[in-house]
T-cell receptor
């Protein structure tokens, strides 16, 4: 499979649950990103990893915890979320260097009850 | 503060009715301007990157242009399959501060093309 894949595609969780989102890219890229997309709002950058090192944390609450074990995989660990965290979570990647075009996965639609 | 404003918020066209989407931006130093297409429930799909004023790029019925303050996405003779939300994003060059490489997105223009 090629491109950027995300699992699960849909997730419903309670405020006390712990869950994880997974992103995998098959493009040989070295930078990976997490974005949040809420209705009527622009995409919001959450985290950036370049060569497995976190280079950006865009003031994201600690209930979101990223993990990048290698250049092909990116996780977003979720715990004690709030209903306002319901959104489409998008993963993106780009080649070596943070200034290249970013390519997005299909997203995980998260609903927090 | 770097920001991107897209207009209109929504646009309804008849098939074959050409029009343009606007993306106005303010950024301390522009490295690139990106256009993406997003279908409902899917991630953004890359369309174009523009780097300097005067640059133009085309793909099928789409043509993107860039000035020092805005970009236009021209849609010629659109078809129903062109219906989607079109996103514009700018990338700062980092020379004037801020995070080089980070994309700043607009809210998008939702395009509907009726047969």
């Amino acid at each position: 499979e090629t491109g950027v894949t995300q699992t699960p595609r849909h997730l419903v969780m309670g405020m006390t649950n712990k869950k994880s989102l997974k992103c995998e890219q098959h493009l040989g890229h070295n930078a990976m990103y997490w974005y949040k997309q809420s209705a009527k709002k622009p995409l919001e950058l959450m985290f950036v990893y370049n060569f497995k090192e976190q280079t950006e944390n865009n003031s994201v609450p600690s209930r979101f915890s990223p993990e990048c074990p290698n250049s092909s995989h990116l996780f977003l660990h979720l715990h004690t979320l709030q209903p306002e965290d319901s959104a489409l979570y998008l993963c993106a990647s780009n080649p070596e260097g943070l200034t290249d075009t970013q390519y997005f996965g299909p997203g995980t639609r998260l609903t927090v009850l | 503060e770097d920001q991107v404003t897209q207009s209109p918020e929504a646009l309804r066209l008849q098939e074959g009715e050409s029009s343009s989407l606007n993306c106005s931006y303010t950024v301390s130093g522009l490295r690139g301007l990106f256009w993406y297409r997003q279908d409902p429930g899917k991630g953004p799909e890359f369309l174009f990157t523009l780097y300097s004023a005067g640059e133009e790029k085309e793909k099928e019925r789409l043509k993107a242009t860039l000035t020092k303050k805005e970009s236009f996405l021209h849609i010629t003779a659109p078809k129903p399959e062109d219906s989607a939300t079109y996103l514009c994003a700018v990338q700062a060059d980092g020379f004037y501060g801020g995070s080089q490489g980070n994309l700043i997105f607009g809210k998008g223009t939702k395009l509907s093309v009726k047969p």
